[in-house]
T-cell receptor
Framework: EDQVTQSPEALRLQEGESSSLNCSYT??????LFWYRQDPGKGPEFLFT???AGEEKEKERLKATLTKKESFLHITAPKPEDSATYLC???????????FGKGTLLTVNP | ETGVTQSPTHLIKTRGQQVTLRCSSQ?????VSWYQQALGQGPQFIFQ???????GRGNFPPRFSGLQFPNYSSELNVNALELDDSALYLC???????????FGPGTRLTVT
């Protein structure tokens, strides 16, 4: 069974203090790894899809990387508006189902 | 703005009742998936519909059922509601051939 573990569960940063979120996964035949951002009471917002080890994608202050066992979401010089829960999900083989981790709650203080 | 809408926004039901939640996808999104998200947890896959047929199901009992219509709308029906069914229900849709799923804002269901 696919498993996704995210760490830390919660992270509090000062504005401008860079850090990384971790997503470890176990899946037989990774089709894709996805990062989403979720604000309280809202649906997840798509950020990135990564398909193979070594792949990197960037968007504003966020950069996602992928290895064979984990993915990192690097946040450079975060701002208070980056505060949200960041969710990681995997998709296996020909199955379109997404298996999510519990998320990391990021708080960026001004 | 994903173009995926859900209704209602919030709903309160009593244990044992039945509920229908609705989702409207973007035109051309022929795949829709439904997820249940309990407080403090990641979304859990309920089932997926492709071209109006169920195309995969997660570990949810048969009292969770769905429909997909030709106009890119879909429904999630839950019978015999239980207290543990209280959650945020999300639908997500995809373009043909795309792996990326775009989520709606969700329906918050409270069962008392």
């Amino acid at each position: 069974e696919d498993q996704v573990t995210q760490s830390p569960e919660a992270l509090r940063l000062q504005e401008g203090e860079s850090s990384s979120l971790n997503c470890s996964y176990t899946v037989s035949g990774l089709r894709g790894l996805f990062w989403y951002r979720q604000d309280p009471g809202k649906g997840p917002e798509f950020l990135f899809t990564l398909y193979s080890a070594g792949e990197e994608k960037e968007k504003e202050r966020l950069k996602a990387t992928l290895t064979k066992k984990e993915s990192f979401l690097h946040i450079t010089a975060p701002k208070p508006e980056d505060s949200a829960t960041y969710l990681c999900a995997v998709q296996e083989g020909s199955n379109y189902k997404l298996t999510f981790g519990k998320g990391t709650l990021l708080t960026v203080n001004p | 703005e994903t173009g995926v809408t859900q209704s209602p926004t919030h709903l309160i039901k009593t244990r044992g009742q039945q509920v229908t939640l609705r989702c409207s996808s973007q035109s051309g999104h022929n795949t829709v998936s439904w997820y249940q998200q309990a407080l403090g947890q990641g979304p859990q896959f309920i089932f997926q519909y492709y071209r109006e047929e169920e195309n995969g199901r997660g570990n949810f009992p048969p009292r969770f059922s769905g429909l997909q219509f030709p106009n890119y709308s879909s429904e999630l029906n839950v019978n015999a509601l239980e207290l543990d069914d209280s959650a945020l229900y999300l639908c997500a849709s995809s373009f043909p051939g795309s792996d990326e799923q775009y989520f709606g804002p969700g329906t918050r269901l409270t069962v008392t």
